[in-house]
């Protein structure tokens, strides 16, 4: 069991905490697509412990910079979007998406002033209805070229969803294969009242999936570590010919990739808001057909 400080050394990520500092070394979910699509594309939002605003500029760019005017503390969320930036709603000062003072209207001139103030800012990068930011230092890095990122937007499609937990509680459910048998299980195999999950068939068998999950309440679990992070390999042996095998791997630090049907899989991302709360990101990917995203939704 894990002391109290060795909980803290791995979940906690405000400030300059080392597990905050690991986490930004790789690229993580920071809001969907859609969540942007209205009229006025600004949103405030959280992640790491910190308070930004997210916009979109008249050029179409996304920007990740500090939610606080620097000037007098105005929350740029309510800021207009205008003039290739995001300009505060108090006295103008308008900013881009690197952070960088275009103008402060109300000064003289004449005036060099707004070339000494920097907000700060972080990348972003919009893919299959997610939009990601690498917060580390120095240089971003390349997406690594998984299949959530690779396939064509009609195959994909992305989800959020809150979770009053840290990052590590979420990813530990996350690749924890014996909860589905009860949290994921109906008692009867198309139950619409309850929900249709895990309602498909496992595999090509003629067996769903819930009921795989009903009947195999203690799988045999086997976790391989390799170089990208490590893989649980679940077998619930269904009779003497057929076994079930849920394959799970976690991609170090925070994202979990599961195969969940011959043609799909989901990659999940779990993302500290701040030490205690995190976000779940998901994208379903299609490796046949389209994505009824409609159907999905629901
Ligand atoms: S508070 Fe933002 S410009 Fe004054
Ligand atoms: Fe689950």
Not at 52 to 63: I, P
Not at 69 to 87: K, M, S, T, V, Y
Not at 233 to 245: A, G, W, Y
């Amino acid at each position: 069991m894990l002391s109290v400080e060795e909980n803290g050394l791995v979940t906690q990520i405000e400030g300059n905490a080392p597990c905050g500092n690991l986490l930004r070394n790789y690229w993580h979910p920071l809001a969907l697509t859609e969540e942007l699509t209205a009229s006025r594309a600004a949103k405030a939002v959280k992640i790491m412990g910190e308070d930004l605003v997210l916009f979109r500029d008249d050029k179409g760019e996304y920007g990740l910079i500090d939610r606080r005017c620097p000037h007098r503390g105005a929350d740029l969320c309510f800021g207009r979007l205008e003039d290739g930036g995001i300009r505060c709603p108090f006295h103008g000062w308008l900013f881009n998406v690197d952070g960088i003072c275009l103008e402060q209207p109300a000064e003289p001139r004449e005036s060099n002033f707004r070339k000494k103030i920097k907000i700060q800012s972080y990348p972003c990068q919009e893919i299959n209805g997610i939009i990601f930011t690498y917060m580390g230092l120095g240089k971003a890095p390349a997406l690594p070229h998984f299949d959530c990122f690779v396939a064509p937007e009609s195959h994909s499609f992305a989800f959020k969803g809150y979770l009053e937990c840290n990052w590590l509680q979420a990813v530990e459910v996350g690749i924890d294969p014996s909860h589905a048998s009860f949290l994921h299980r109906y008692l009867k195999d198309h139950d619409p009242e309850y929900g249709l999950q895990f309602g498909g068939m496992s595999g090509d068998s003629e067996v769903t999936m819930t009921s795989v999950l009903r009947n195999h309440v203690c799988p045999d679990i086997k976790v391989e570590e390799n170089e990208f992070g490590m893989r649980l390999i679940t077998t619930r042996k269904m009779n003497r010919e057929s076994m079930h095998v849920r394959v799970t791997n976690l991609v170090f630090p925070n994202l979990i990739v599961i195969p969940m049907t011959n043609d799909m899989c989901i990659s999940q991302w779990h993302v500290p808001i701040d030490d205690k709360y995190s976000w779940w990101y998901a994208i379903f990917t299609a490796f046949d057909d389209e994505i009824d995203k409609e159907a999905m939704r629901n």
